[in-house]
């Protein structure tokens, strides 16, 4: 039996796939239906036949999975932020840990014992960065909000966003009142003129402070002084607006220009009993307090005595190398980013760390150069690349200096488990263990302990 596009199907959900989507199988060709769960019969429509599989949508829900959830968020359906929301949390987390599981299997070719998700307490209001685009609805409104799924139309916020903090929301909201009252356009993509494009906010989630950046085409922000004084008159908590000019074409969200209109330029917050500096263009974990369980972890696989030299590669402003500092010898950081390594070198001054030394640059360029020029070698990496994991030259490099355990610290399971096939020549893979970082999202964060043969 052939399927066609608009054709309708009887299936049963046999799996869930890598972002949350149901799983079902015709005749053994491949059904990915978003929102269907593990257990389900369901009646789809089928919407797209490629030559290997197809994408369906559910037309019925015939038998359903006790793990399913009444959505309580208006934009579900559309925002494809929260895309497990249906699902209850403590069955979301047995996903995420067979989301690892199946990427381990397919680039190993063998089980992997994966520990259970470590979730969190209450995946509600957690993230500590917000941004929303601005723009214009399809009737040339001007709207604030989020990206509707797989397109850059703005879904308008009306109700606070489930997994925003919830102080953030409400400054958002003031912010972009005050840019329609005062006639601050918004940005049009297609034409590239007007002024604001997005609005960023970050909270410490421990110290309370809050940074707005407003990313703006160009100076033309009407009222500034009135904006600075409106707002932090009534939320005492903004320690500093910044102006981040982007008048790019871009995806991108930041530009590289910033200037501080108001306050430091910077925000502090807490990871443990260590305090780091964040400034509008650093990487910081959006969700601090698992964050502080992931680290935990981190260290914990590492096993450090005190004697170790440390490599912490992909080290954004120095928070995994920190947070190791009294537990190694030595700290080496690298980071492409130059100015997350100029807020490394303050986090560990203002932490009264002296053991670290953080470089600026490609990992895959300044490793070789430590080793080769420095002779510097290393008891433990901890490894924490972004979602395209790690440069062949970096897996290369760590190949040849061998340290005896790799951390590796992952946000993206598929690359994770291609890059330990690539590790697996001398190392062997000991202990898995997923964290929730982003509640009801399909995205797992992982930690892996790797030792050397």
């Known amino acids: 039996m052939e399927i066609q596009k608009n054709q309708e199907y009887v299936v049963d959900i046999i799996d869930n796939g890598y972002d949350g989507e149901g799983i079902a199988k015709i005749n053994d060709f491949t059904i990915f239906i978003q929102g269907a769960i593990k257990g389900e019969k369901v009646k789809i429509l089928i919407l797209k036949v490629t030559k290997s599989f197809a994408y369906g949508k559910i037309l019925e829900i015939i038998t359903s999975s006790k793990s399913r959830n009444t959505v309580d968020c208006v934009n579900f359906s559309r925002c494809g932020g929260c895309t497990l929301r249906h699902i209850n949390y403590k069955e979301t987390l047995n996903i995420k840990r067979d989301i690892v599981k199946n990427c381990l299997y397919k680039e190993l070719h063998k089980n992997v014992e994966v520990n259970d998700t470590i979730g969190m307490e209450r995946p509600l209001y957690y993230r500590n960065k917000l941004q929303y685009p601005v723009g214009f609805d399809k009737n040339g409104t001007p709207v604030m909000g989020i990206y509707s799924q797989r397109t850059h139309n703005i879904i308008e916020i009306k109700e606070n966003c489930y997994i925003q903090n919830e102080k953030c929301s409400e400054i958002a909201k003031d912010i972009f009142e005050f840019a329609v009252k005062n006639d601050i356009k918004p940005y049009n993509e297609a034409t590239n003129k007007g002024i604001l494009r997005h609005i960023v906010i970050r909270i410490g989630i421990k110290t309370n402070e809050i940074m707005v950046t407003l990313v703006v085409n160009n100076n033309d922000f009407n009222n500034e002084k009135e904006f600075v004084k409106e707002l932090t008159t009534k939320y005492t908590e903004i320690k500093t607006i910044v102006k981040n000019y982007n008048n790019k074409n871009t995806n991108v969200i930041l530009g590289k220009k910033n200037e501080v209109i108001y306050g430091s330029g910077y925000i502090y917050d807490f990871l443990g009993e260590y305090k780091f500096k964040i400034s509008p263009l650093s990487f910081y974990q959006v969700n601090p307090l698992q964050t502080e369980v992931l680290y935990n972890k981190a260290i914990e696989f590492a096993n450090l005595t005190g004697e170790e030299t440390v490599f912490d590669l992909y080290c954004g402003i120095g928070t995994i190398g920190i947070f190791a500092s009294a537990k190694a010898k030595k700290i080496y950081g ?120």
Do not use: W
Request: proline share 6%; with cysteine; aromatic share 6%.
């Open 334 to 453: 690298i980071e492409v980013v130059p100015e997350a390594i100029e807020d490394a070198k303050e986090n560990a001054k203002i932490n009264s760390v002296e053991n670290t030394e953080f470089f600026a640059g490609e990992v895959e360029k300044i490793l070789p150069e430590l080793i080769e020029k420095r002779n510097i070698s290393a008891d433990v990496a901890f490894i924490d690349p972004p979602r395209k994991g790690c440069d062949k030259v970096t897996i290369e490099t760590l190949l040849k200096i061998a340290p005896k355990k790799i951390v590796y610290v992952s946000c993206n399971p598929a690359t994770l488990a291609r890059d330990i096939r690539l590790l697996e020549e001398k190392y062997e893979l000991k202990e898995v263990q997923p964290v929730d970082m982003f509640g009801f999202t399909s995205h797992v964060e992982c930690v892996v302990s790797l030792v050397k043969y």
